[in-house]
């Protein structure tokens, strides 16, 4: 197999940016899931699509809206009625489409097609507000949760996946635009690139 | 000149100095000035020229309702204009100018205006557009000559050329409880809702908390209100579940109770700290706000009104309290209300003499009598001011007034004073109210209007409701906190205030009526005059009245001119105010820098989209192109090519032996579920329902209306697992409408739709050679006409990354679509550009692929335009008679099947000259006379193939016209010419290439 | 304007599309009544008042939502997500 290249490979440099005062308070990375797959049923059958994402994943997810959980090196979250976003092991759409029967759902792989960066650090909703109309306190997106939401025309679906931890899945194309955004954000707070 | 810095006093650090300099001199304040004070207290008092008739004018408020004292900043090589010097933060090295004057501002040439005062009477734009028929100054020509003249002469400051260096940002913040101005009962408000553990937002445009506790001398809690004021603020500070926004106006209230705000981050810095914004612009969504935005005092308006020294009565107040600055030496007072007599006694208290208080009323409370005592002077009562004297005031003449009939009696008396320190009554600041509420309410005591109903979640507390005294301030903040908290009201004391028992009220007086032009609204120069004539000539609507005068319409939005006009108008139509009305405040509150308004947008307005092959199109020296978002390759130029040059060499390759484009901006849509086909075929004007799997079909969708939506081959990758690709411009509208169609057309079809766009990148092999390249690098599967023939697809690995090759042909070649993860993009584009080799391949951009597929006649956006239908793009052929689709019932109404419909054909250029696109095409070849056009042109190239220019165009008729000759005509381009109409199949119309 | 999205919760309306008049029904597309196509592709009544109309919540889950919007003041009475509710009614027919 070949490896998967990132969109950001000529840009990406692990380095310090610290603001004025010399602080740093976000880091700024790319994961790289290995999987990630967007898991949909069919009106009602929820529960169904959630048992599904658990025999693969391990996950526990609810079937409330905007419901997540995040496990070891695998997350999932509701980002649309009906539809969730997983992301984990290698071969995750082929082992989700095996257990979610056509009368339940379907299953899409989204693995190159998303690109997922990590935003921790005691500022993290600071510099994330900047760029998003939602909420990010933790009495409102507790951790586990997910968000579809939009910076202009970048469409974002965003997992709280530590308690000053944000995941954010973006489509490739934008990647490098975002990411840049996002760096020009952060630099008011101060920031370090660093490897997943 | 006699203003100054008194000895002591004020919230000033006068241990620090700052250096600045206003009009190119240097001068000297302190930390804690604005740069009005500082300039207050270096005796500058003229700092602007007046916007019609560039009269001298002097700092007249000490906040941000200033009409006179803009100026413009330079900072970091850019300028920025129409600052109220009462709110620029002094900072060491500030550089400010003054406006409007020419040459300097002791000598202004526009000053002459002034004579000419008649031209700018109210109305003048108007009168001037539809101005009378007299010889060649006809209406629009006599502003022609003018505008030259006008444009220098009338106006506020001058923008700079320069692009701005600093950063605006957006800022979303969500919160309980907001609360606007943290004056006294702001204050009290953010305390009493903190308490309850809601998350609070405190905004205060001001650079520091405690609004007019700051200045007002009063006692509160037993300290002096400043000090209280200090310590509350601390308190709300160390408050986890408070954040306190100074230097921030709320300056909109939108639906949703979201709250606009600026915050001034910067502006009061000589040097930003990295990262840091200029300006933040928040959103500020909240459950209740908490509306303390306090009032602001009117001028009262009578004859030289606007001469430099006049100046609010509180805000001298303020001045002399908080920054230790005397606005003159010998101060007259003039009032009609008990407010301007704190005002005295605190200036007699600093070191000014008090030479008068005149007061409109015949009587006045106990407490005011005692503080003019204080002041060291007996009240002129039932005086008013009638004139003012002087180049900068050096005295006022006033007369016997009777307040009741306001009739003036008696001898004007003289009296010397270098400030005239006015007060005409407090408006509660009810702008944001007005926008989240009824309609504003006047009331008869206060003469102001009072905040209307709310319609959105606001609550008022202190002045902005009306209540007068501090001590109202406070119980009404702690209230109005409280609820807002959702907390039952509290019965604990409050702090007790010791202030004078002033009694605020006016006397309903507004204008003292006299010779000489008296100003209603200082910013844009319209006078007592203007109104009235303006009432004379019918505009009786105060929403036309303002239109007409520009009243209230300058940066200042009004704030001193509202109630003084409004007063006015209903005078001159004899009804009271309560019957003329007020206008709506609409946001901005004060103005807002556009910057903030873009935000991260400033510089780049859209992000850029890149396919994965991106860096190795750069690294070639491809030149790229913005097709909507996307970023894609325009040509591979070799040195000293031209843009034709190098698109005729590609797409001449394409056609000789091989090339390869980046098609990974083509809309990719998984269509998955049980219905799918279903679904299809009820989209899709063709039938996909019968396509066997591992096939591709070219599909046509329309829009309900008939017209045509869009195009593009979709896959059958399973029996219920479809990959639809659209047009890269259309992808969005495209996964917009089925979703459409699907959650609300036919709610009961099982199918997922999911956008892929971006998790397949996409290359084009199109050329005789094509197959011999994926021959030689195609693992896993043959590619020969058998294993992949027309429309077939195939799985295999190109250097082991997996793909997808689907045979079909945009170039009218022996072509091939090859799809692999985005990630492996550039890997297997690379490995598909070594096996290209020995063939010459050659990568092509967006004109070889418009060339090719223009000698083809293939349609595209161009010509897919929105007004199209499938017949006029001769497309016929796809609409199936044994299914209905989308657009089916309508696409043959009469309208769409006319005659004179703009139909599809192709055109060669018979001069030898490039076509145009958009150029129209006419059928008569004599210039003057050139008849009706009869289509345009959708889209041209030079031709490799056919060695001649061509394009594709839209006329009347289409098919009809074959071999007919017109002339585009192109003006614009300088462009008139023959051109022969011919089929649009240029080249290869049996398509023996592609299936060869 | 915020729209009450029943997945998402409130959200600013730029992250909606308008996507039309949520009162005319599609004609099967089997009938040929075109006094009916055009009633569904053209005719609107466009009521002072409120408006039960589809947005897309289309900058965030995607759903098409059926939103009774009072068009004078913005205020918003209802919102149901457009294809459960749709069911419901094809169920109840
Ligand atoms: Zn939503």
Known sequence: MVERQSPLTPIFRPAVHSNDVGSISITLSEVTPLSIVEAACWPGLNERLTAAIQEVTGLSVDTTPNAGVVGRGTAAFSIGPDRYLVSGEEDLSARLARV???????????????????????????????????????????????????????????????????????????????WNTLCTAAEEVGYEVIEA | MTARRTSSGGLIERSRTIGFTFDGRSYTGHS????????????????????????????????????????????????????????????????????????????????????????????????????????????????????????????????????????????????????????????????????????????????????????????????????????????????????????????????????????????????????????????????????ATGAFERPIVFPGNDRPGVMLAGATERYAREFGVLPGEKIALFTNNDSAYRAAAALRQFGATIMAIIDVR????????????????????????????????????????????????????????????????????????SQAGRNPKWDEELCAFLPPEPTQAWAGAGAFTGAVTTAEALSTGRNAGLKAAGKKLSRAKLPEVTAPNLDIHPASVFEIKGNGKAF???????????????????????????RYTTLGMATDQGKTSNVPGLAIMADARGLPIRDVGTTRFRPPFSPVSIGALAAEKYGHF????????????????????????????????????????????????????????????????????????????????????????????????????????????????????????????????????????????????????????????????????????????VAGSAVDNEALPFMGLVYGEIDRAPVLVCRLSFSGELAYEVYCGAGHGKHVWEALITAGEPHGIAPYGMEALGALRIEKGHVTGAEIDGRTTARDLYLDWMLSKKKPFIGSALMDRPGLIEKTRLRLVGVISLDGRPLGGGAHIVESGDLNELGESIGHITAFCYSPALAQYIGLALVKGGKELHGKRAYISDPLRKHFGPVQIVSHHFFDPEGKRMHG | MLIPCPHCGPREVSEFSYQGDATRTCPELTSTDVKAWYDYVYNRPNPAGPHREYWQHSGGCRAHLIVTRDTRTHEIHDVAFARAALNRAGEQA
């Open chain 2, 362 to 433: 015949a009587k006045i409370s106990p407490a005011a009598r005692a503080l003019a005592e204080e002041a060291g002077v007996e009240p002129l009562l039932g005086f008013a001011v009638t004139a003012t004297v002087g180049r900068r005031l050096t005295k006022v003449l006033v007369r016997r007034f009777d307040a009741e009939t306001e009739r003036l009696s008696g001898d004007a008396r003289p009296i010397e004073a270098d400030c005239l320190a006015v007060s005409g009554g407090w408006s509660p600041a009810i702008h944001l109210a």
């Open chain 2, 606 to 777: 859209k992000p850029d989209r890149l396919t994965p092959m991106h860096d190795w199109h750069v690294e070639h020296g491809a030149r790229m192109m913005n097709v909507g978002l996307w970023h894609r390759p325009m040509i591979y130029g070799q040195p000293g090519e031209t843009v034709e040059q190098a698109y005729t060499r590609e797409a001449a390759t394409v056609r000789r032996s091989v090339g390869i484009v980046d098609v990974s901006t083509l809309g990719k849509i998984a269509v998955k579920g049980p219905d799918a086909a279903v679904f299809l075929d009820r989209v899709y004007t063709n039938q996909f329902s019968t396509l066997p799997i591992n096939k591709a079909r070219y599909g046509l969708m329309l829009r309900k209306d008939g017209i045509a939506l869009d195009d593009g081959t979709t896959w059958r990758l399973g029996e219920h697992d479809f990959l639809m690709t659209t047009t890269t411009a259309n992808a969005g509208r495209v996964m917009q409408h089925l979703e459409y169609v699907l959650d609300v057309v036919w709610p009961d079809l099982k199918v997922h739709l999911t956008s892929v766009t971006d998790q397949w990148a996409g290359a084009a092999l199109a050329g005789p050679n094509a197959r011999k390249v994926l021959e030689t690098c």
């Open chain 2, 520 to 546: 209603v609204d200082f910013q844009h120069d319209v006078t007592v005059e203007d109104v009235r004539l303006a009432h004379r000539e019918g505009f009786v609507s105060v929403e036309h009245l303002k």
């Open chain 2, 32 to 291: 804690g000035d604005t740069l009005a004070s500082a300039l207050v207290a270096n005796g500058v008092t003229l700092v602007g020229r007046s916007f019609k008739y560039h009269r001298p004018r002097g700092i007249f408020t000490a906040s941000v309702d200033e009409p006179n004292a803009l100026v413009t900043i330079l900072k970091d090589g850019v300028r920025e204009p129409n600052i109220p010097a009462t709110q620029i933060e002094l900072f060491e090295g500030l550089e400010a100018e003054s406006q409007n004057r020419f040459p300097s501002l002791e000598f202004d040439l526009g000053a002459l205006n002034q004579l000419a005062g008649r031209l700018f009477s109210a109305g003048f734009y108007y009168k001037t557009f539809m101005g009378p028929v007299i010889g060649p100054l006809r209406g629009t020509r006599f502003w022609m000559i003018c505008e030259h003249f006008i444009r220098r002469a009338a106006g506020l400051g001058r923008a700079g050329y320069k692009p701005d260096p600093a950063r605006y940002e957006r800022m979303n913040a969500f919160c309980d409880v907001l609360i606007v101005g943290a004056g006294p009962a702001g204050l009290m408000a953010a305390e009493a809702a903190m308490s309850s553990g809601k998350r609070v937002i405190l905004a205060e445009q001001e650079p520091h908390l405690g609004g007019s506790a700051r200045w007002s001398g009063e006692m509160i809690g037993g300290k002096a209100a400043a000090d209280w004021s200090q310590d509350l603020a601390r308190r709300i500070d160390a408050s986890e579940n408070v954040r306190i926004l100074t230097r921030t106006t709320a300056w909109g209230y939108y639906d949703g109770n979201n709250i606009a705000a600026l915050e001034r981050v910067t502006d009061h810095l000589a040097d930003a700290p990295k990262g840091a914004p200029r300006h933040r612009n928040w959103a500020i969504r909240a459950d209740t706000v908490v509306l």
């Open chain 1, 100 to 178: 979610l029967s056509e009368e339940t759902g379907t299953v899409t792989d989204l693995s190159h097609g998303r690109t997922t960066f990590r935003v921790s650090g005691t500022r993290a909703e600071w510099v994330l507000s900047k760029l998003f109309a939602i909420d990010f306190s933790p009495a409102v997106f507790p951790v586990g949760e997910g968000r579809a939401t939009a910076h202009h025309d970048i469409f974002a679906q965003i997992q709280r996946s530590d308690a000053a931890q944000f995941d954010l899945y973006v489509f490739r194309s934008f990647a490098r635009a975002f």
